[in-house]
Protein backbone atom coordinates (compact mmCIF):
# COMPACT_ATOMS: atom_id res chain seq x y z
CA UNK A 1 0.00 0.00 0.00
CA UNK A 2 1.68 3.05 -1.16
CA UNK A 3 0.17 5.39 1.81
CA UNK A 4 -2.17 6.38 4.30
CA UNK A 5 -4.13 9.79 3.96
CA UNK A 6 -4.91 11.09 7.33
CA UNK A 7 -7.59 13.75 7.77
CA UNK A 8 -7.59 15.28 10.98
CA UNK A 9 -11.53 16.87 12.05
CA UNK A 10 -12.50 17.11 8.01
CA UNK A 11 -14.88 19.12 7.69
CA UNK A 12 -16.22 19.56 4.08
CA UNK A 13 -17.84 15.95 3.08
CA UNK A 14 -17.05 16.53 -1.00
CA UNK A 15 -13.56 17.00 -0.15
CA UNK A 16 -13.45 13.67 1.77
CA UNK A 17 -15.42 12.09 -0.83
CA UNK A 18 -12.67 12.99 -3.59
CA UNK A 19 -9.81 12.36 -0.92
CA UNK A 20 -11.38 8.95 -0.51
CA UNK A 21 -11.50 8.50 -4.36
CA UNK A 22 -7.39 9.37 -4.35
CA UNK A 23 -6.90 7.05 -1.70
CA UNK A 24 -8.57 4.31 -4.00
CA UNK A 25 -6.53 5.35 -7.21
CA UNK A 26 -3.87 5.20 -5.70
CA UNK A 27 -3.55 2.32 -3.55
CA UNK A 28 -3.92 3.79 -0.21
CA UNK A 29 -5.80 3.74 2.97
CA UNK A 30 -7.77 6.66 4.47
CA UNK A 31 -7.74 7.48 7.95
CA UNK A 32 -10.63 9.95 9.28
CA UNK A 33 -10.41 11.30 12.89
CA UNK A 34 -13.24 13.01 14.53
CA UNK A 35 -14.78 14.84 14.91
CA UNK A 36 -16.24 15.42 11.63
CA UNK A 37 -18.12 18.51 9.88
CA UNK A 38 -20.39 15.80 8.42
CA UNK A 39 -22.15 12.24 8.81
CA UNK A 40 -20.40 9.84 6.40
CA UNK A 41 -23.83 9.06 5.24
CA UNK A 42 -24.09 12.34 3.79
CA UNK A 43 -24.93 11.80 -0.13
CA UNK A 44 -22.12 14.65 -0.59
CA UNK A 45 -19.21 12.15 0.49
CA UNK A 46 -20.66 9.48 -1.79
CA UNK A 47 -21.95 11.93 -4.45
CA UNK A 48 -18.07 13.15 -4.67
CA UNK A 49 -16.59 9.38 -3.82
CA UNK A 50 -19.19 8.46 -7.15
CA UNK A 51 -20.19 4.53 -6.42
CA UNK A 52 -16.31 3.83 -5.26
CA UNK A 53 -16.79 4.93 -1.86
CA UNK A 54 -17.88 1.38 -0.99
CA UNK A 55 -14.05 0.12 -2.07
CA UNK A 56 -12.35 2.77 -0.41
CA UNK A 57 -10.45 1.25 2.51
CA UNK A 58 -10.89 3.74 5.64
CA UNK A 59 -10.50 3.65 9.08
CA UNK A 60 -12.25 5.79 11.41
CA UNK A 61 -10.87 7.19 15.01
CA UNK A 62 -12.91 8.57 17.93
CA UNK A 63 -10.42 11.48 18.53
CA UNK A 64 -6.86 12.73 17.93
CA UNK A 65 -5.54 10.79 20.98
CA UNK A 66 -6.77 7.35 19.96
CA UNK A 67 -5.00 8.23 16.35
CA UNK A 68 -1.43 8.84 17.50
CA UNK A 69 -1.73 6.15 20.57
CA UNK A 70 -2.22 3.72 17.84
CA UNK A 71 0.25 4.70 15.14
CA UNK A 72 2.78 6.42 17.22
CA UNK A 73 5.72 4.13 16.03
CA UNK A 74 4.96 5.12 11.56
CA UNK A 75 7.00 7.22 9.57
CA UNK A 76 4.53 10.28 9.66
CA UNK A 77 5.00 13.57 7.53
CA UNK A 78 2.37 16.60 8.40
CA UNK A 79 1.22 19.41 5.93
CA UNK A 80 0.25 22.60 7.30
CA UNK A 81 1.07 26.10 5.61
CA UNK A 82 3.07 26.58 8.51
CA UNK A 83 5.76 24.44 7.36
CA UNK A 84 9.24 25.36 6.98
CA UNK A 85 10.34 22.87 4.33
CA UNK A 86 8.22 21.78 1.45
CA UNK A 87 6.60 19.11 0.49
CA UNK A 88 8.95 17.88 -2.24
CA UNK A 89 11.16 17.50 0.30
CA UNK A 90 9.86 14.74 2.26
CA UNK A 91 11.55 11.55 2.19
CA UNK A 92 8.55 9.31 0.95
CA UNK A 93 8.40 5.70 2.29
CA UNK A 94 5.97 2.94 1.53
CA UNK A 95 2.90 2.78 3.96
CA UNK A 96 3.92 6.59 5.42
CA UNK A 97 1.40 8.70 7.47
CA UNK A 98 0.73 11.62 5.68
CA UNK A 99 -1.34 14.18 7.90
CA UNK A 100 -3.57 17.11 6.97
CA UNK A 101 -5.74 18.88 8.85
CA UNK A 102 -9.61 20.61 8.63
CA UNK A 103 -10.19 22.72 6.04
CA UNK A 104 -10.93 25.71 7.91
CA UNK A 105 -8.08 26.23 10.26
CA UNK A 106 -5.63 22.98 9.27
CA UNK A 107 -3.41 20.87 12.33
CA UNK A 108 -3.78 21.98 15.53
CA UNK A 109 -1.35 24.43 17.14
CA UNK A 110 -0.39 21.07 19.51
CA UNK A 111 0.36 19.33 16.55
CA UNK A 112 2.07 21.59 14.39
CA UNK A 113 4.38 22.35 17.54
CA UNK A 114 4.87 19.14 18.13
CA UNK A 115 6.29 17.68 14.49
CA UNK A 116 8.21 20.33 13.43
CA UNK A 117 11.08 18.62 11.93
CA UNK A 118 8.02 16.71 9.41
CA UNK A 119 6.22 19.85 9.23
CA UNK A 120 6.19 20.22 5.65
CA UNK A 121 4.06 23.20 3.28
CA UNK A 122 2.92 22.79 -0.43
CA UNK A 123 4.34 26.27 -1.72
CA UNK A 124 2.30 29.27 -2.95
CA UNK A 125 3.29 31.95 -4.89
CA UNK A 126 0.78 34.70 -4.29
CA UNK A 127 0.54 36.65 -0.89
CA UNK A 128 -3.41 36.82 -1.98
CA UNK A 129 -4.06 33.19 -0.60
CA UNK A 130 -3.96 31.60 2.51
CA UNK A 131 -4.41 27.69 1.67
CA UNK A 132 -5.35 25.32 -0.79
CA UNK A 133 -8.25 23.48 -0.76
CA UNK A 134 -8.08 20.37 1.19
CA UNK A 135 -8.93 17.89 -1.34
CA UNK A 136 -5.89 19.52 -3.89
CA UNK A 137 -3.59 19.78 -1.50
CA UNK A 138 -4.09 15.54 -0.34
CA UNK A 139 -3.63 15.14 -4.00
CA UNK A 140 -0.41 17.15 -4.77
CA UNK A 141 1.33 15.34 -2.14
CA UNK A 142 0.37 11.69 -2.76
CA UNK A 143 1.30 11.68 -6.61
CA UNK A 144 4.58 13.70 -5.55
CA UNK A 145 5.13 10.74 -3.23
CA UNK A 146 4.28 8.16 -6.03
CA UNK A 147 6.69 9.63 -8.06
CA UNK A 148 9.77 9.53 -5.79
CA UNK A 149 8.52 5.69 -5.15
CA UNK A 150 8.08 4.60 -8.40
CA UNK A 151 10.98 2.82 -9.16
CA UNK A 152 10.45 0.69 -5.96
CA UNK A 153 6.36 0.01 -6.19
Known sequence: MPFNIVLITPEIPNNTGNIGRLALATGSHLHLVRPLGFELSDKRVKRAGLDYWQHVSV??????????????????????????????????????????????????KSITESHGETLFKIPMFSQHIRSLNLANAVGIVVYEGLKKLRPFL
Request: hydrophobic share 30%; aromatic share 16%.
Open 59 to 108: TIYENTESFFEQHSDKKMAFLSSHGEKEHWDIDFKEDMFLIFGKESTGLP
